[in-house]
Each structure stands twice: as C-alpha cells, then as structure tokens.
C-alpha cells in the first residue's frame, strides 16, 4: 500500500465532505448518520434511541421500545459505530430491573440496631431524609471534622457519582473509596505519571492488524469496545495474540496464546520491552524527541526542579537529578533539561517550560495523511494523522555514552542518558528468564513481541496497533510498574496516538466528566492540603499527587482502628463494600461508623448496615449526556424512555438537594442549585467546542440523526492524531494546569511533557524507591517465589475477575432472566487438579486461605493450567432475607490479603489476583445445617438451580412501578 499524502487542511475538506455524501447516501447497518426516526407510530409505539447503561462500560446504542408509557423491548441502533448495533443479554435484562418488585422507590430509615438480621426499614420523605443526613453529617463536621467524612461509589454510571467528588467538595474529606483504585484506575495513574492520563485505552474500533488482547475478556464485556465489535475486530486482524492465565471465550480463535502464570504480566511486558530493543524494532526518533530517555541522569547532585501541577488540585515541587542547566551554571533554569548532542559533541537542551529544543521555532505540523485503517465500519472518519516531525534544527540527542560536565559549583561529574539506564533493566528480562518467571516458552514469548513490533504496513507511518491491556495487570501488586512499561513498549513501537493505537478517552464537543453529580460545578475543588490529610497516604505518597481516591484498605482501618483520625459518616453511591479490600474486614469495622447513607436501586448487602436508604433511578429512567469512555469516538446520551417511578431521584438530584439543605453552593452563581436538566446544560456547555446549545436541542439532534462521530465533531482534539506534535493533548492530560493555556504546545501532559521513561514522580514522591524510577518487576507478594511456604500450605494460586455474560460484578443476581443462565457462582479448575481432589462438574467446594473460606461450584475447564483456580467475585444473595444478604458465602473478597505490602506499593491497589488457596469438595459433614449448598442464616439455601420458583417472584411489577 502506498503513502496517501495530505495537507491537514485538505483532510478536513475532505472529511467533511465525505460526511456530507454519507449522509446523503442510502443508509448501510452501522453508519455514524442514521436515517432519520419517526418516535411514534399510530399504535402509539415510540422508539427512544438512548446509551445503554447494563453494564457500565460501555457505550452501547440503543432503541428502546415504549408502548403506552412502559418499556416493552430494547434493541440496538445501527447508528452507534462503535457497538454496530449489538446489544447483549444484560442490557436486554434491564426491563426487568426497571420493573423490578424488589426495587428501592422510597426513602428509608432503619430501626433496629445494626447487626440484627431485619434492619426494619420504614418509609420516610425526602425531605425527612435530607433533613436527618444534613443534620447528622453537620454534627460529625462539627465535632471530628470535615475529613472523617468518607465515600464510596460504584462504576461510572449516570446515577450514583456523588461520592466520586461531590461529596468530598461538600464536606472538605479527601477519603473517597470508589474502585476506580481496582478498577482502570491505575492504568490512567501510571498513564498520568508517564505520558497522558488514561493512554491505556486503546482505538481498538479502528481495526489493528495485530490485535492484542492482554488480561481481559473483551467478547463478553469490557470498558469500551466490546463484544460484537471486538469478535469483528479479532476476526479481521492479520494476528490474533492473547497474554492470559486462561484460554478466553475469544481466545480460542487466535493465533498465539501466552498463558502465562497469574501476577507476572509485568515480567512479560518487560519481555517484551527486551525482544523491542534487542532486536532494534523501536522507533529510533520518537525514543529520542519524545522520551525524556536522551536526558542525562547526574548522580553527583542533589535533586532540584520546580513548582508544577499535582493532577487535582494544588502545586509541588518536582525534584529530579536529571542534569538541568540550573545545575550547571548560577540563574541557570530548572526546566531546562540537558542532553548530549553527538552531531555537535556538545551539550544542548529541551524546555519542559515551553516545550521545546534548544533554538527550536515550533509551529503544528501540516503535513500528514488520512488514516489508513481497513476495515472501518462504513462512515467513519479515518482522521487525519500528521507526519512525525524530525529536529529542526537539526540534532542527535545521544541515547548511550558517558559524558563528563562541570557543575556550577566547580565540581566535575560522569553523566549518562536516561535511556541507558532503562535498557540496562530491560536487558534483564530476556526471552529465557520471562520463561522461567511466566512459564510460557521462550520461543513463543519472543515470536509474539516480535509479531506485534514489526510493521505490517510501513507505509502508513505507525504500528500495527495498540495492546488492549484490561483489569487482571492492576490486581497482583505490581500494577503501575506494568502499565508503565506497556505504555513505554507502545511508544516505541510507534502505536501512541495513531490508528488502532492508544489514545486515552475520546474528546467530543464538550468536557465530558464521569457523570452528572460527580462533580459540584459551581465550586472549587478541595485543597492539596486537605488532600493531604487522606488515610494512607504515609503508606502512599503519591495519592498525595494523584489526588483521584484514598486507599480504601486505609479507610476500612481507620474505621476500625479510630487511626490516624476516626471515620464517622458514610455515604455510598450505588456502590458496595464488597470489592477492592476484604470484605469481611469492612463488615466487622462498620459497626465503628455513627452514620451511613447507601444511595441505589436495591437492598444491597451495604444497604444491610446503612441508617438511611435513598431511592436511584434506573437509565431507562435518566437523561445525561454520553461520550466513549475510551477511544470508541462515539457521542451520544443515555435519554429517559420511561417516566421514573415513585421517589426515586437522579443523582444530581440527590446531590443538589444535600448542598442546598446544607446551605452549600452547587452550581454557578446565578443559580446556585440549578433544576436536573438545568445541570444538563451545565454539562453540555463546559469547554464546549462550537454555538452553546441546550439539553433539549442535543437530544432532539440525537433522536432525529443518532451517534456523533468525535472525529468529525471535534476535528482538533479527536480527529487528529499525534496530539504530543500538534499541541492538542487531551484537556485531562493535564489534570490541575489550564490545559487551555498549554494548547499550543507540543508533548506529553508529565512534569517534563515528555514520556518519562524515568519518573520525576517518583523521584520527587518516593526518594527512597530507586528501583521504580524505571518500568520494573516484582513477584506478587505471596506467590510461589515470594513465599513458597505459605504456598505450600495452600498449594493453589487464585485468580479471578472473569467476565460473566449475564451479570457485571456485583450486578443483576435478582434479574430472573440473567440468574437462570447463571444461578450459581462457579470456579473453573484444571480437570486433572480435579480428578485428584475427587471433584466433579457442578460439585461445590470450598475455596480457603488464613483470610477465610467460601463456596463456589466446580467448573472443571482445560483453558487454566494445573495448580490454577479462577474464582467468580462479588457474589451475593438477594433472595435471602438477611441484612448481609450472604456476601460472605462466597464472595472472593473474603481471602484478600491487605495492608503495606500487599498492595500496589504506588497506587495502594488491592492484592486480588495471583494469591495462594487450597480448594477441596464441600460435603454434608463439613458444611452448615448438613448442606454442601450455602444457605442464610436460618438454613434455608440460595438459589442455584433455573428452576427455583423464587425466581417468578421477581418478575416485573408494572402496577408496583406506576403505583409505588
């Protein structure tokens, strides 16, 4: 395939006339331009084109089918490209949570003691609710302070983001528990720390000729591209390479698989760093003009920088021994940061200040071509990628040698580049020793980065794609030093920001935040100091910087513990106790908590220890909004289809009601506690690019034309590629700055708006931790190298977090048609680990460790090596009438280990994959009231078979909904 050469400015001509043909052309399944809709029929059916919600991560479109007031079908919209019209069984099952006779429609306060089995919920109002939250949380402001407030939330969703920041803003508490700390959250940290926040995501809609799937099952579901649209994409790549403990759904069509052992992703992401290196596949100029790698580490100086950005909120003082020109001469500028030119034999420099080298005059490149993807749903904007630029003027920053400078106070120094540093560790993770760490052969290791690194096509400028690196690398205690190393092998293959490669969350024509109530827009945010006074940031000082969630392990001990300060009040937002930490550790702490409020859709095991319940909206209920979470490219909105029913409020609505019975500011001045859809046009006009518009004009443009495509809505900022060349990184790249006054200049959104191969972060945070200057790897603490006794004791390793088709983590085990294609939680176990146990198919077992013992039934499946088990999470029981509602019969949290140690030693991400258990056949004589079955408290067992009549009763309610 030959070059297409193209003028930025002819590519948007160009683009926007292809747009203008699409729309005019006869309507093909998947175009960004739907035909327009008619929404109502003479049968009195409409059809409302909204964004799925069923799962929380993706942006799925959909129709949904009303008839006389009431949701009777949901389907997908041919109009989102980035789902081409899938919609799966758990956004079908959303009928029967909105119509759901278990539903939370009403306000209620407990009145029996926390502990008995009946909390004896009463209804109450809304205003008797606001009335005894503001009151009680103003008394523990008053009488502990404002940071013994704490929070917790669930994923990103539309109707329970309070606790994210809203919360904290209110009250001034920096303790906010959401699971983004398990949950991507530490691949937009370690992204953040290293080149842009959230650069893990990869445009895996943009069809990669390799694509590379690495811990995740993205066929059933994931963050952003998914099911229909990655089985497309997997069949239609040239190579198909999964990096897994277990053979995935997907998997078994691809052409590699590298089963490695569960918690060493990190050792074979450095592997792969090694074949990259060794074998001079690396693109040589973007090592050099966009790494801080040609930097010259001095080991003779103490270290000294500026005042920067922490991510949120509030300055710090960056200190590195990169050599700056500060060092060598009196006056000299900290931001200047030295590197050895070998065409000139002398020293140079780039500033991090104005971003650019020495005698450079930068202005946005226009040379460049469309993207040359195949594949591409029809439609879709290519985008317009600009040619890298090389050093003008010209020269050779030195990535190896040692160079002798003389400091400003006379002394003399050896100083070498970063870069050196970096390969001498990667030189360590040979093919043959990430072998003997992963257990996957040497041969397959390196056939696989090799396969990956070397270009298909050169002629399109880039790589061949991206890796779509997903939950199971943040969960084994090395989770930011692995993503680090991954977003650095992306780099220098040549697939950061370029077609199918990583981009981080699409740009759209407004700022998209989390969800509407997440954050007060009306008011500042907390201070760096206040932040400073979360929990656990002594153990974790770079929460300090990143500001985004206190260690929830941190909190649960400062429950229980009373230290460094007691916990008093807690507010959950459709979230649960159930993930990240041990759950049986926040279950025995709770009691410590004077007051906790628990926002949701259900009596959840959470609710079972609250004092007040609050009433959440469903999505077919709500407006907001919506953009790809990832690099889908898609802009759309969640649009209520169905009238909400009872008391239920949307979270926004919450949130404004708290602020306003608190006396707080919510929105701008002139309306100060603006109306729910008054906060939608807040939304829709924060940084938007083009005329303000209105939530009603968004969604009539919505319903009449579907989905947005980025690309061509927001040409700068999504259409364009290479953003570090053109001076348009991504507004959150730059977390605290004005990223509008860093538009216009080139580079990464770090401290040195370069590619840190070498963290200043970590350098200025954690000075102690030379090793995670650079990418590293260490053993999951309690592995068989770490701790073979223990391992010996409980010879098998667990893993989990697999994805299950009908249910999202804790979600959905009350929906009949979900539960009855899933009654029961399973752990898959080589079948000749089972044979030797005497375990058969469906037997259940217990699952044990010093932390604690669960149930879960034998899945014997040959797609997991001997010696491995996968255990389902957050498994709970909505049909036992216990205020626990089971969590603990067997749910995995219940074996986590916590604590210094054994978390992510950066982030403080829980230790939930690769830990040692032992699994044996659970029976008569060894299980409760004589039934191998768990069961509530008075011996009555859960639901596990499709037959159980229980199921019926949970079939949809419309009277119940209407009337409640």
């Not at 917790?152 to 959401?178: C, D, E, H, K, V």
């Not at 303000?692 to 009449?704: S, V």
Request: aromatic residues 10%.
């Amino acid at each position: 395939m030959s070059k297409l050469t193209l003028s930025r400015r002819s590519f948007m001509k160009v683009a926007a006339a292809t747009t203008a043909a699409t729309a005019l052309a006869v309507q093909t399944p998947g175009l960004a331009q739907a035909q327009p809709q008619t929404t109502q029929d003479t049968s009195g059916i409409k059809r409302i084109r909204s964004c799925c919600r069923g799962c929380g991560k993706m942006e799925c479109g959909v129709w949904v089918i009303v008839e006389n007031g009431r949701a009777i079908r949901t389907e997908g919209d041919e109009s989102a490209f980035q789902s081409m019209g899938n919609h799966c069984g758990k956004g079908q099952a959303s009928l029967q949570a909105a119509y759901h006779p278990d539903r939370l429609y009403h306000p209620m306060k407990r009145t029996n003691p926390r502990g008995q089995d009946d909390p004896g919920w009463v209804r109450i109002s809304w205003d008797e609710a606001m009335a005894t939250i503001a009151q009680k949380l103003q008394e523990c402001m008053d009488r502990y302070g404002g940071e013994t407030v704490f929070g917790m939330s669930g994923t990103s969703r539309i109707w329970g983001m309070f606790a994210y920041g809203a919360l904290g803003q209110l009250t001034g508490s920096p303790n906010m528990a959401i699971p983004w700390q398990v949950c991507k959250g530490p691949r937009f940290f370690a992204t953040a720390m290293q080149s842009m926040m959230q650069a893990s995501w990869m445009e895996t809609v943009a069809r990669p000729k390799v694509y590379t799937s690495w811990g995740t099952g993205p066929e059933l579901s994931n963050y952003d591209d998914s099911c229909r649209t990655v089985v497309d994409v997997a069949e239609k790549a040239d190579t198909h390479i999964v990096v897994d403990p277990r053979m995935t759904n997907l998997g078994k069509e691809a052409d590699a698989w590298l089963n490695l052992r569960p918690g060493t992703d990190g050792a074979m992401a450095m592997g792969w760093l090694n074949v990259l290196i060794e074998n001079d596949l690396y693109d040589d100029l973007f090592a050099k003009k966009w790494t801080n790698g040609p930097f010259l580490v001095c080991p003779d100086i103490d270290p000294t920088g500026y005042e920067t950005f922490r991510f949120t909120s509030g300055k710090f003082d960056m200190k590195t021994r990169l050599l700056k020109e500060s060092d060598l001469v009196e006056g000299g500028s900290p931001s200047r940061f030295m590197v050895w030119d070998n065409l000139a034999g002398a020293l140079t420099y780039f500033d991090a200040d104005s971003g650019l080298w020495e005698g450079e005059t930068w202005a946005p490149p226009t040379a460049g071509h469309a993207g040359m993807q195949e594949h591409l749903v029809p439609g879709v904007s290519q985008g317009w990628v600009p040619d890298p630029t090389g050093f003008d003027p010209n020269i050779d920053p030195a990535l190896f040698g040692e160079f002798t400078v003389t400091l400003k106070d006379g002394r003399t120094s050896t100083v070498r580049p970063v870069w050196e540093y970096f390969v001498e560790r990667v030189s360590a993770y040979t093919p043959e020793k990430v072998s003997e760490i992963t257990g996957v052969k040497a041969e397959l290791i390196e056939q696989a980065a090799k396969t990956h690194a070397t270009r298909i096509d050169p002629s399109t400028g880039y790589g061949n794609g991206g890796i779509q690196y997903q939950l199971a690398i943040e969960h084994s205690c090395n989770a930011i030093a692995t993503v680090r190393a991954l977003d650095a092998y992306i780099g220098l293959t040549g697939n950061w920001d370029v077609p199918g490669g990583h981009r981080g969350g699409t740009q759209g024509q407004f700022i998209f935040k989390a969800g509407l109530g997440a954050v007060a827009p009306g008011i500042p945010n907390i201070s760096a100091e206040q932040f400073n006074k979360m929990v656990g940031i002594d153990d974790y000082p770079l929460l300090g910087w990143w500001q985004g969630w206190a260690d929830d392990a941190s909190i649960w001990k400062a429950v229980e513990t009373g230290e460094p300060y007691p916990l008093k009040f807690g507010w959950c937002s459709t979230g649960d106790f159930m993930c990240m930490s041990n759950s049986l550790q926040k279950w025995r702490a709770f009691p410590q908590v004077d007051f906790f409020v628990c926002e949701d859709l259900w009596k959840t095991p959470t609710a079972g220890m609250s004092d007040i319940l609050l009433p959440a909206q469903h999505w077919l209920e709500t407006n907001c909004p919506r953009m790809s979470q990832g690099p889908s490219g898609g802009q759309g909105a969640t649009v209520r289809a169905i009238e909400p029913p009872a008391d239920t409020l949307h979270d926004v609505e919450i949130a404004t009601r708290i602020y306003k019975e608190m006396g707080v500011q919510w929105g701008p001045d002139d309306n100060p506690w603006p109306t729910y859809e008054e906060n939608l046009d807040i939304m829709l006009n924060e940084g938007r690019q083009g005329e303000p518009t209105t939530w009603k004009e968004y969604c009539e443009e919505f319903q009449k034309n579907g989905w947005w495509d980025a690309k061509v809505v927001a040409p700068d900022t999504w259409g364009t590629y290479r953003r570090y060349e053109t001076g348009m990184m991504p507004l959150k790249a730059f977390g605290n700055k004005n990223a509008l006054e860093e538009f216009g200049k080139p580079g990464f959104g770090t401290p040195t708006r370069k590619m840190e191969l070498w963290s200043t972060l970590v350098e200025t945070f954690m000075p102690e931790d030379e090793e995670d200057l650079l990418a590293t790897y260490q053993e999951p603490p309690l592995s068989p190298t770490s701790n073979p006794e223990m391992c010996e004791k409980y010879p098998f390793i667990a893993t989990s977090g697999r994805r299950i088709p009908v249910y999202f983590h804790s979600e959905h085990r009350q929906l009949p048609w979900c539960r009855e294609l899933w009654p029961a939680p399973h752990v898959e176990i080589n079948p000749a680990d089972a044979e030797e146990l005497g375990i058969e198919q469906g037997d259940w077992v217990w699952i044990e460790n010093d932390n604690g013992k669960i149930r879960q039934t034998a899945d014997l499946y040959h797609g997991i090596d001997k010696g491995v088990i996968n255990l389902e999470h957050q498994w709970w029981f909505p049909e036992l009438d216990q205020a626990d509602k089971g969590f603990d019969l067997c749910g995995c949290n219940c074996l986590v280990t916590t604590g210094k140690g054994f978390q992510d030693r950066i982030s403080g991400t829980s230790y939930l994959r690769a830990y040692p258990v032992k699994i044996y056949k659970a029976t008569a004589e060894n299980s409760p009231f004589g039934n191998p079955v768990p069961c509530d408290h008075n011996g009555n067992p859960i639901i596990c078979d499709a037959s159980d009549p229980r199921l019926k009763e949970w079939v949809p309610n419309y009277e119940l909904h209407e009337e409640a």
